[in-house]
């Protein structure tokens, strides 16, 4: 598949990028390839191939929640370095 310049200022404009003329033709034939590429993809033969969803066969090994003992807010103000009665305080980050 051609790929024109017209379609690739389209794109770089819907992409947000910006290239002189010369970029556009490099982009033009680079853009052309991979289509060419992903054509040649679709003549292959992938009757009866499962889906690949990962690259690796390990498994993740999860273990069950368990509710455990819970620390208090009471408890965790009292390591705080600032506090107000029921608030840490930190300083501020957004103006």
């Known amino acids: 598949m051609k790929i ?8 770089a404009h819907l992409a947000r990028l910006e290239f002189d003329e010369e970029g556009a033709e490099k982009m033009m034939k680079d853009m ?7 054509e040649q993809l679709n ?10 969803t990962t690259m690796s066969s390990e498994v993740n090994v ?18 705080a370095p600032q506090k107000d009665s029921d608030y840490f305080r930190v300083p501020k980050v957004l103006e």
């Open 32 to 38: 052309t390839q991979i289509l060419d590429w992903e």
């Open 62 to 79: 999860l273990r069950a929640d368990k509710m455990g003992e819970h620390l208090s807010h009471e408890r965790a103000l009292q390591n």
């Open 4 to 11: 024109d310049l017209n379609t690739v200022k389209k794109i």
């Open 43 to 52: 003549e292959i033969n992938t009757e009866g191939v499962e889906p690949l």
